[in-house]
């Protein structure tokens, strides 16, 4: 059963975004081992959860898992990375992270060949691997059970040796000041990739505009491209005029 106290964690998580335990304690006058707890039953509950260090409301922080994820906003998922595809030429280079938006990207490219792939997710290379003459290059390193994504050190090593024409990476959370994750491992994977394209390219629906990751991924300033469904509130659209970002807003089916 949720206390009182369960209830004053939800309304400071409500009003202030993600605290740390430490934070809680003070606003509350209780120690670190009572807020603990009270997390711990928070986060059994669903009402609450964990990143790096904070706390957060359960669906204002933190993505579901990847499954749900690829049903969620399909449909603009899905016409975001059609839109994507159409700038990736027939014998091109590029280089994709782990994201539903991206495994849709590979699902799109399906009909291009001889393309040279290098990703981190098991999901994107099992989509285009021997398929019409492309070469997919996958890293190495621990896998996640969650995304088949492989991240780490390795993983990091590995693409650093590549050099791609486009890097297109997927987003947890876009605001005036650049992209964002809830990861850290899969944040510096994304940064990595970003320094491999000739091109950088972000693929976010709009739903991203609305939410506040926890780890910064990368700013603006050298990105190529930003392809969603929907135009940016206007404090991002100012900051992608002024970084000299393209924004391409992708048409979705009438039947979605």
């Known amino acids: 059963m949720l206390t009182k106290r369960h209830g004053a964690i939800l309304n400071l998580l409500q009003g202030r975004g993600?605290?740390?335990?430490?934070?809680?304690a003070a606003e509350l006058g209780v120690s670190a081992e009572t807020v603990?707890?009270?997390?711990?039953?928070?986060?059994?509950?669903?009402?609450?959860?964990?990143?790096h260090g904070a706390v957060g409301l359960a669906g204002q922080i933190g993505e579901a898992p990847f499954d749900r994820r690829m049903r969620e906003n399909a449909a603009a998922k899905r016409a975001i990375a059609r839109a994507m595809a159409d700038r990736i030429a027939d014998?091109?280079?590029?280089?994709?992270?782990?994201?539903?938006?991206?495994?849709?990207?590979?699902?799109?490219?399906?009909?291009?060949?001889?393309?040279t792939v290098v990703t981190n997710s098991s999901d994107i290379a099992r989509?285009?691997?021997?398929?019409?003459?492309?070469?997919?290059?996958?890293?190495?390193?621990?896998?996640?059970?969650d995304s088949g994504a492989a991240?780490?050190?390795s993983a990091l090593e590995f693409i650093r040796g590549f050099?791609?024409?486009?890097?297109?990476?997927?987003?947890?959370a876009v605001d005036e000041a650049g992209v964002m994750?809830?990861?850290?491992?899969?944040?510096?994977?994304?940064?990595a990739a970003l320094l491999c394209g000739e091109l950088g390219w972000v693929v976010s629906d709009a739903t991203k505009f609305a939410r506040r990751g926890v780890v910064r991924v990368a700013?603006?300033?050298g990105l190529h491209g930003l392809v969603t469904d929907a135009a940016p509130p206007p404090a991002v659209a100012a900051a992608l005029v002024a970084a000299g970002v393209s924004v391409m807003i992708a048409a979705q089916d009438v039947m979605g």
């Open 219 to 221: 700013g603006w300033a």
């Open 36 to 51: 603990r707890r009270d997390v711990r039953a928070l986060v059994e509950a669903g009402q609450a959860v964990r990143v």
């Open 151 to 153: 991240l780490g050190a």
């Open 163 to 172: 050099a791609v024409r486009h890097a297109v990476i997927s987003a947890g």
């Open 181 to 191: 994750d809830f990861d850290l491992q899969e944040a510096e994977f994304a940064r």
């Open 18 to 24: 993600a605290l740390s335990p430490g934070e809680l």
């Open 91 to 115: 014998g091109e280079t590029l280089m994709l992270d782990t994201g539903t938006t991206t495994s849709f990207l590979a699902r799109e490219l399906l009909g291009h060949r001889r393309l």
């Open 127 to 145: 989509t285009l691997a021997t398929v019409n003459g492309n070469r997919v290059f996958m890293a190495g390193g621990e896998l996640r059970g």
